[in-house]
Nanobody
Framework: QVQLAESGGGSVQSGGSLRLSCAVSGARNNRNCMGWFRQAPGQEREGVATINSAEGSTLYGDAVKGRFTISQDKDKNTLYLQMNSLEPADTAIYYC????????????????????WGQGTQVTVSA
């Protein structure tokens, strides 16, 4: 049973930065697709960024390309999301998710495919 715990959310002004962390436990191997997803009030949950833990390939949603960076520290079993140039439209609850997958290829951005989820952390960006 994979357990995920997000941290690092908060309130920032437009143009600011935040780094989210996701502590991962219970994963039996490194063959996991990991991702960050977000859900704003009244909107569907959307994929932000994903990483194939085995090979490190990354994928980003169009809204965050060039501003957000997903990374992992395998020694610390932690997933990160560095968020720069934040905009009010980035305001949402951010979730970490995991999916057992192969060691090659991109981890999908489709939220429906992931079945391990964290509790989420709130990010609020003011104008």
């Amino acid at each position: 049973q994979v357990q995920l715990a997000e941290s690092g959310g908060g309130s920032v002004q437009s143009g600011g930065s935040l780094r989210l962390s996701c502590a991962v436990s219970g994963a039996r191997n490194n063959r996991n697709c990991m991702g960050w997803f977000r859900q704003a009030p009244g909107q569907e949950r959307e994929g932000v960024a994903t990483i194939n833990s085995a090979e490190g390939s990354t994928l980003y949603g169009d809204a965050v390309k060039g501003r957000f960076t997903i990374s992992q520290d395998k020694d610390k079993n932690t997933l990160y999301l560095q968020m720069n140039s934040l905009e009010p439209a980035d305001t949402a609850i951010y979730y970490c998710a995991a999916l057992p997958c192969g060691s090659r290829g991109f981890a999908p951005l489709n939220t429906a495919l992931y079945y391990y989820w964290g509790q989420g952390t709130q990010v609020t960006v003011s104008a």
